[in-house]
């Protein structure tokens, strides 16, 4: 039965005042859930691969860019060797005109093709025999096997280093690598035999990874991100410090201030430019601070795509700062002038109506209050050219964890993702400076004492 409309004019303004005020939070509500419905990786933190085959780079490309490999760039076109290591030659064995048989000595070489394969798969065997001698004064001598020779049968370096590598940078599922080895070389590693070798790497990369961490707290900018793992059915937070140079990893049942301010941690003892995202525990360290510029535009872009000009404004300034269309002498002038428009824009005291707790300010509010507040980590990269526009750096190094969680699922054990970390740390680190990772780790493996190669890249 529907009311009945009442007569009285106060009555009246009343039901419409508080007809006013629910359209108002549903509206709110409703550019809410409209935005969320919305969010892809260019408006919000979700990950590009969450946007299928529709996903775009963080950064616009120029227009006048070209597709493909840029002016300068080093090619990796398979060459002709000057050895190689078989020659067959496709000589003719007869003239098809006269029928005239052809000699070894008439055949002259006009043009060669070479194929490029793999050996036949197979293991090598090396059989360590000890002899005994007796000399004629009696004394017995027995020759000594090499020292990491202890078991009657065992796998080699170069075996132990592969399977090191197949699952931390190429992130194969130890089951996977066991298969691998049966189908290539017929001998099926024991998935406990793979984790053995992974312990035993960590462990003799220890000093490696203390050079690391020495190198990256005397760089003037290092870039700092974490994401989250799967851990023994728990979530837990790997975190980065890294640059061009060097790569640090480390895990953490904590994201935050507990965690950056930890043993494991680098930033409570870095003192020079930090480049992260604006996670609010990055500020409680004495450093100075870098923002990443690809997330303001992702956040701006979200505010653009619900109408806002002060966001499109900011925007374009942004990304004439990053392609240098803009004079750095006129730059704080113009963040200024566009804070003070957005300032106006934003209304401070609009709140969004939550069905239980305190009210929230807006998004474009919050993200205006960040821009005040940080004025000099957001331009940080105008004044210094040492210092990047964006985070990427840090995660790119830390995006290989994403990809080993996608494929093997999580790490059964906090030493299985410790190990995974400092290896993976000194891989990155390795490929960086151009050190042979391969054979870096087959001579790891071939040492009782590894020698450490020097990270300092001078």
């Known amino acids: 039965m529907e009311k009945e409309i009442p007569n009285d004019i106060d009555e009246l303004k009343a039901i419409i005042k508080m007809l006013l005020e629910r359209i108002k939070k549903l509206e709110a509500e409703n550019t809410e859930l409209r935005s969320r419905l919305g969010l892809n990786s260019e408006n919000s933190s979700k990950p590009p691969s969450s946007d299928g085959l529709t996903k775009k780079p963080a950064i616009p490309k120029l227009k006048n ?16 060797v000057a050895n190689p290591d078989n020659i067959i030659i496709q000589k003719p064995e007869i003239c098809t ?21 793999l050996p036949p798969q197979k293991l090598i065997v090396t059989e360590y025999q000890q002899g005994k001698a007796i000399c004629q004064c009696g004394n017995i001598e027995i020759g000594q096997y090499p020292i990491l020779v202890t078991q009657p049968t065992q796998y080699g370096q170069n075996v132990k280093a592969l399977c090191v590598l197949l699952s931390v940078q190429y992130r194969l599922p130890q089951e996977q690598i066991s298969q691998l080895f049966s189908d290539l070389y017929q001998s099926p590693l024991n998935t406990s035999t793979i984790i053995h070798y992974l312990n035993t790497a960590y462990s003799q990369l220890e000093p490696i990874e203390i050079q ?16 989250g793992v799967r851990v023994a059915g728990k ?6 410090a890294c640059n061009e140079k060097y790569t640090y990893l480390f895990a953490h049942g904590k994201r935050g201030f507990e965690a950056l301010n930890s043993e494991q941690s680098l930033i409570k003892d870095f003192k020079n430019t930090a480049v992260h995202d604006c996670w609010a525990s990055y500020f409680k360290f004495d450093t100075q601070h870098s923002l990443c510029n690809a997330h303001l535009l992702r956040e701006l872009m979200a505010l653009i795509e619900q109408g806002s000009e002060w966001a499109s404004q900011f925007h374009s300034f942004l990304l004439d700062c990053y392609y240098k269309n ?74 290989c964890v994403k990809i080993k969680i996608k494929v093997s699922g999580c790490f059964r054990t906090q030493q299985g993702v410790n190990a995974y970390a400092r290896i993976q740390s000194v891989i990155s680190t390795f490929r960086k400076l151009n050190i042979e990772i391969f054979k870096s780790f087959s001579f790891l493996f071939s040492q009782e004492d590894f020698i450490l190669p020097c990270l300092n890249s001078g």
């Open 65 to 80: 860019s070209n597709n493909g490999g840029q002016k300068g760039h080093q090619g990796n076109t398979l060459k002709q």
């Open 97 to 117: 005109c006269c029928g005239k048989l052809f000699h070894q000595n008439e055949i002259e070489i006009m043009s060669k093709r070479q194929v490029f394969d």
């Open 212 to 227: 690391i961490k020495n190198q990256l707290l005397q760089e003037k900018v290092v870039h700092f991100d974490e994401t």
């Open 235 to 240: 979530t837990q937070w790997l975190h980065t």
């Open 326 to 399: 803009i004079e750095s002498e006129t730059v704080e002038h113009r963040y200024l002038e566009l804070i003070n428009q957005a300032d106006l824009e934003e209304p401070k005291k609009e709140k969004i109506a939550k069905a239980r707790g305190r009210p929230k300010q807006t998004k474009g509010r919050c993200l205006l209050e960040r821009l005040i507040k940080y004025k000099e980590s957001v331009l940080a990269f105008i004044f210094d050219s040492d210092i990047p526009f964006t985070n990427n750096q840090a995660e790119r190094d830390i995006r």
